[in-house]
């Protein structure tokens, strides 16, 4: 338990709600209630074992942070989970009761198990001991089977070494939901590039013999999409884009738009991971300036990416 005040609001609630669960106890020194809840607040964030964290907003002193709550009585608490209120409920409920709201929002052991070890999977990543991380991934699946991101770098892991039927079995769950994630249709179109490249003959051309067939007949969009995942299966994604957006502009709904999937699928892949604060405009979920505008159109690969999508909308249009 800790009290917060406008200063540390940022770090100690927005920013700490992104990796666990955090509970607002606004509450005031008159306030009779707020007496018999702190204790009972104090002693469920001990059995909960860091499930949650506890903090402590006096609104008599903090009248900016509650009003910004639109508190009307207390005590009141507020559970932020990723930056954001999500619940809450008003007055010295029974520790049971205070339970049952808690069990309802928060992971479970198995996801807190499952978590630590996607965690631990990205440390061995950065180190360079991707077998590690391949163990710690694997670890996190079996604890949480719905842990997405693990799920996501497992595959990524497991196609970055050719071991592409495991990673259609572990797409395989992912590509059942509806609609599918737009990150795990990626990925298969990825694993799909390299099975091309390794079952049929043409993934071992010369892209020079693709030029060739493109030459005698600009609409050959079966040899211009050939080529596209020869140029994928080679890590030359942008090259591909160029291939597939000279379909697209042809003919939108060739093959099932199975270009324009693929091309949106390497944007996907190719676009880095924001971090937990950082929303889509740049600032932390509690509105503080991360990354302005210049800055981003400063980033090499977020200036391409952003090109590319420019590109993919005006031969859609």
Known sequence: MMDVTIENFEAEVIAASMATPVLLDFWAPWCGPCKSLGPVLEKLEVAYAGRFKLVKVNSDDEQQLAQAFGIKSIPTCILMVGGKPVDGFMGALPEGKI?????????????????????????????????????????????????????????????????????????????????????????????????????????????????????????????????????????????????????????????????????????????????????ADGKSAGGIELMGKAALEQDPLLAMIASYRRKLSMALN
């Open 99 to 279: 339970r049952e709201f808690l069990d309802k929002h928060l992971p479970d052991e198995e996801a807190l198990l499952a978590q630590a070890a996607a965690e631990q999977a990205q440390e061995h990543l950065q180190a360079g001991d991707e077998h590690s991380a391949r163990a710690a991934l694997e670890q996190a699946l079996a604890a949480d089977p719905g842990n997405d991101d693990a799920r996501f770098d497992l595959v990524k892991l497991l196609i970055g070494h050719g071991e592409l039927a495991e990673a259609a079995a572990l797409l395989a769950p992912a590509m059942a939901r509806i609609p599918v994630p737009l990150r795990f249709e990626a990925q298969t179109q990825w694993l799909n590039a390299l099975e091309f490249v390794t079952t049929d003959p043409r993934g071992q051309w010369e892209l020079a013999q693709f030029d060739e067939l493109i030459g005698q007949n600009k609409r050959d969009f079966e040899t211009r999409f050939a080529k596209s995942r020869r140029l994928i299966a080679v890590g030359q994604w942008e090259a591909a884009m160029d291939e597939l957006l000279e379909i697209i502009m042809r003919d939108k709904k060739w093959d099932a738009e199975a270009p324009r999937k693929t091309f949106v699928a390497l944007l996907e892949l190719m676009t880095p991971p924001k971090s937990n604060a950082q929303a």
